[in-house]
């Protein structure tokens, strides 16, 4: 059983690191085109709110609310029972959809104005700030749309991992990425707002991976014309654990998003540097942890419904080694090496060495919860797949009045650097109190080797951290590398970290095996 997660977990991953260069490169055409001004500051803002809401209808709450149930179907009752399932579920939630959008294009600056409530601000004082409300409130319009593509594709996704069809869904955002890019290097340059030609670049996005995997699904035989089920049983308890999972698995971009209304009253510029050590952050985040959360929540469903605790156990206990292996090490990584990586990535164009250096205080302040937010994207399932909703909302609301505490507290002092701080230690306290949950309800606690892994590669990380602070050069003599030599510097840096981080894992007692052997407890 292990050794399949193994397998799936690679091959996700392999598939969002495609994804993730690929955004990254993204985001250094944006960087370039757009800077950190207010012009990116627009951009970034139109295209949160949209991303923000595809947590809460697509791959957040829907997913974990559709997975199980599905799932269970699959289990107890078959391939035509799915169908049916996929056809109501596509159905109901794709009317609401559709009202949303239509509410949200045609009302943008109502939205706006509460997203962006600094911005609307200086807009009825007819202070300069206030033309980037009016910018942004018309880019919504563009990206919004963005929302309905992404809620199809988040639901065929969710049919295929079910079937432990992988690949597809980690690979449809590559899409993304490529449309944005098309439209920062080909439409920009010919529009008055470069920002708006990126928008239309969302836009195109979503559609082109909306019509992507519907081949996928008629291949699979689960393409099904959608109906109307607001009151089939199965569709009644989709929603039944959708809604109150809205808070649950939005969290963290409900922190991101007040982090924002907040940033809209800050100096111009902190919008752009939060998103772009957002990004930065992202990397990792969904290269392990989205990934083996994928990877898992079918497993543990299956496993629920089977009524196989030992294995649920196992799986969860398996997951958070994983994650711990590579999420203890990006963090260490991403601390020591936040300007070399910034600079070498976006300092091009518009983006200057002063963004730099805010950048990469906002990435620190970031990673210092990295592993906390992989751990949620592992926990939180494992409450969704027994249909237990309550406990990790009653965790996320919790966890997101601490956000709005932390972010009074830090922002007046940090500025835009309080907010990521406020970000990092709520998710912490998210991660602690799901994991308390899971312990107290005998549902799951780390293993001895787990809780000894942990150290193991905490030691590592820090070794092989203080190692690369040593030898890394300051700001002014990275700038004077060049790119070329930034590159070589990067790649050797990054080589001595997996080299070292492994050797001492290896000289600790870690094997390969401990992520692959099949246990007595998984084989029942």
């Keep these: 059983m292990s050794g399949k997660l193994l397998k799936s977990g690679m091959i996700v991953s392999f ?16 960087a370039n085109v757009l800077g950190a001004g207010a012009m990116a500051d627009v951009f970034f803002m139109a295209n949160r709110i949209p991303n923000f809401l595809r947590r809460l209808f697509a791959e957040g709450a829907f997913s974990q609310a559709f997975v199980p149930v599905l799932a269970e179907v699959k289990e107890k009752h078959g391939d035509d029972a799915v169908r049916e399932l996929v056809a109501k579920a596509a159905g109901t939630l794709g009317l609401i959809v559709t009202g949303v959008t239509l509410v949200a294009v045609i009302g943008s600056p109502v939205l706006m104005m509460l997203f962006g409530a600094g911005w609307f601000s200086a807009y009825l004082d007819g202070a300069p700030e206030g033309d980037k409300y009016l910018q942004a409130s018309f880019l919504l319009k563009i990206t919004f749309p963005y929302l309905w593509f992404i809620t199809f594709v988040a639901l065929s996704g969710a049919v295929l991992n079910t079937y432990n069809k992988f690949a597809v869904a980690a690979f449809t955002p590559v899409f993304l990425n490529i449309a944005m890019i098309g439209a920062a290097i080909y439409l920009a340059p010919q529009m008055q707002n470069p920002a708006e030609a990126i928008a239309w670049g969302v836009f195109l996005g979503g559609l082109i991976q909306f019509l992507f995997q519907l081949p996928f699904l008629a291949k699979a035989g689960l393409l099904v ?5 607001w009151k089939d049983p199965n569709v009644t308890k989709i929603r039944t654990l959708m809604i109150p999972a809205l808070f649950g698995v939005s969290v963290s971009q409900i922190n991101l998003l007040l982090d924002a209304v907040i940033a809209s009253f800050l100096v111009t510029g902190a919008v752009s540097w939060l998103y772009y050590s957002d990004r930065l952050l992202e990397f990792p985040l969904g290269l392990f942890g989205i990934a083996i959360a994928t990877v898992i929540l079918p497993g543990l469903s299956r496993h629920y419904a089977a009524a196989s605790e030992a294995a649920f156990k196992y799986t969860l206990d398996w997951a958070v080694r994983f994650i711990c292996l590579f999420g203890i090490p990006s963090m260490m990584g991403l601390i020591v090496l936040a300007e070399p990586i910034i600079a070498s990535v976006f300092m091009r164009g518009e983006f200057t060495a002063d963004d730099v250096v805010k950048t990469s205080h906002s990435l620190i302040a970031y990673n210092t919860g990295l592993v906390a937010l992989m751990l949620i994207k592992v926990l939180a399932p494992a409450f969704y797949a027994r249909q237990d909703i309550k406990t990790p909302v009653r965790i996320a609301i919790i966890a997101m009045v601490a956000n709005m505490v932390f972010n009074l507290m830090l922002a007046p002092f940090l500025s835009y650097v309080g907010l990521a701080l406020a970000t990092a230690m709520s998710g912490t306290l998210n991660a602690y109190l799901l994991y308390r949950g899971l312990k107290q309800r005998d549902i799951y606690s780390f293993s001895s080797k787990t809780s000894w892994f942990i150290a193991k590669a905490f030691v590592a990380a820090v070794v092989m951290a203080g190692c690369l602070f040593y030898v890394m050069p300051d700001l002014a003599g990275w700038i004077a590398l060049g790119l070329s030599g930034q590159v070589l510097h990067l790649l050797t ?21 401990d992520f692959k052997r099949q246990t007595n407890a998984e084989s029942k």
């Design 15 to 30: 598939m969002t690191l495609i994804s993730r260069v690929l955004g990254l490169v993204r985001d250094v055409i944006v």
């Design 493 to 513: 840096y990054f080589g001595f970290a997996i080299v070292a981080y492994f050797v001492l894992l290896f000289v600790f007692g870690v094997r390969l095996n």
């Design 225 to 229: 014309m959608p109906r109307w089920g």
